[in-house]
């Protein structure tokens, strides 16, 4: 089944401390979809400007990405740029250009409007409602977010909430959307606005899922060598969204897997800068990984105490 | 099997956002004898001044822990108090009065010296050793240390951890150790001077566990109600510890076990202030959680990928 992802498709400058990459493809639908399109077909929308030349749909093309619609305006492309310290764990933004992005108007080409899988990546949730109302049945919606979005249109996020079915976001995102530090807390109140499914990314620290009368908790992967975190958590949300898509349910187990999926497809992104990792990815190595999944967070059920 | 311990006995002041408690039983030793007590019977070593009364051996006495190697010296008890705040992440240490533990220097009655199972709190590494010196023949000694111990004396510290096959200690306490970030190689590094097994503990994002050829990894045990974080930690090293005592063994399968038993005692210890949890708990309800664990992280190989 295939999935519908709207979310910004940008040229990123990142730096890590193992090194620079500058105006390299990047933006959270660019991370979804190619995470995602290891599992199911995936209908891209997103805006870029006239500087996106042809050979940057190369990857895209490569994982079978349908392209119908990425609108190429005038102007320059959205930029990002963020360095990460020695911990890894959080980027420092060092500019951000919207650009085209700025006067983004999703819409949505007639061949995506059956997509029964939406994700609605990181933009304003105006625009998330605007993608949601132009398909025309969709089994399940997922949805990312940010504190921006938190902070400057709380009202207008909890209307697009009402909507969706699983909202992923990370804890510190959690925890400023409820005003609850306690995140077993912050995910009923979240679920009692709409979604059905709060997945928690904690970064280094793994995912938390939850779900009515069902808490999930798995680590992440242990990686001796974390090489940029960027994308990370558009890759988990790719891998977790195009798992269901492939699978076609929503029980219990069948989300706790998605969870799985998200967590080898985020582990296996930060190896390497930009989306080199995901690029060169092969079917056998997720499916691997996935089995290290289950060594790591193997335990035996007690008959002895 | 019997277990050593020996490390701090004291009077806490705690402050949480929900309460405060002043002058209550607790300490590193107190927290993890209790806790240890489910599982093994457990031999004290720590000192008390003249102002710890008979009524503060009760909870010791009920739950069969031997009290022989407790010192009382004249002087006063050991003292801590500390905040926390809406997070309840970390406490803030308000003020520290080592009192008669300034001079301690543990002394091990001969009934103690046969004990198998060995932790040594989180006391001077100099310390630790003279008490491991005088343990006749060990089968298993597991370690704690802080901050403090790390910055002030390393080298002696790393003398300890020689003798040591399991360091229980936190993620910052990792880190500081070795000087990595990247925990997975922390782990490498800090095995590379003698601990056959390294826990690291992630406070409510849970636990990792590094050992040659496997690493674990659990989530922490979801509550909505964090009342008091204080002794979680030691809470842990005891059904850790407690665990492997009881089992007597030390394969793979076992350690992951007695993770998940420490990750239990340390969930139940933060539902109420002090050792009020502890003090009340039931085996049945330690079976439960572990349990719940079991449910909490379970998820299903996939055939479908």
């Not at 625009?127 to 089994?139: A, D, H, T, Y």
């Not at 009402?162 to 109140?189: C, F, H, P, W, Y």
Request: net charge negative; with cysteine.
């Amino acid at each position: 089944m295939s999935i519908l992802v709207v979310g910004s498709v940008a040229f990123d400058s990142v730096k890590t401390p193992f090194g620079e990459a500058k105006e390299i493809l990047g933006g959270s639908a660019t991370y979804f979809s190619i995470a995602a399109s290891f599992f199911s077909v995936v209908k891209l929308v997103a805006v870029v400007g006239a500087d996106f030349a042809d050979e940057n749909l190369e990857v895209f093309r490569k994982h079978a990405i349908d392209t119908r619609g990425l609108q190429q305006v005038p102007g320059r492309t959205f930029r990002w740029s963020g360095e990460y310290g020695f911990a890894l764990n959080e980027a420092k933004t060092l500019d951000t250009q919207l650009n085209v992005f700025e006067s983004f108007r999703p819409e949505i080409p007639d061949t995506y409007r059956d997509s029964e899988y939406v994700f609605l990546g990181n933009i304003d949730p105006i625009l998330q409602r605007e993608v949601l109302s132009q398909v025309r049945k969709p089994k399940l919606v997922a949805c990312d977010t940010m504190n921006y979005w938190i902070q400057s249109k709380l009202e207008e996020l909890k209307k697009t909430l009402a909507l969706v079915d699983i909202l992923i976001i990370n804890d510190a995102e959690a925890r400023m959307l409820t005003g609850q530090s306690n995140l077993t807390k912050a995910s009923k109140e979240i679920r009692s606005w709409g979604p059905k499914a709060l997945v928690v990314k904690k970064g280094e620290y793994g995912v938390g899922l939850f779900m009515d009368g069902s808490i999930f908790g798995a680590p992440a992967f242990p990686l001796e060598e974390v090489f940029d975190p960027t994308g990370a958590g558009d890759s988990f949300a790719g891998g977790f969204v195009g798992y269901l898509a492939k699978a076609g349910r929503f029980d219990d187990a069948t989300i706790r897997k998605a969870v799985i999926y998200g967590s080898v497809m985020a582990s296996f992104n930060v190896e390497d800068f930009s989306l080199n990792r995901l690029k060169n990815l092969s079917s056998a190595a997720i499916k691997q990984r996935y089995q290290e999944f289950k060594q790591l967070t193997h335990f035996e059920v007690d008959e002895e105490f």
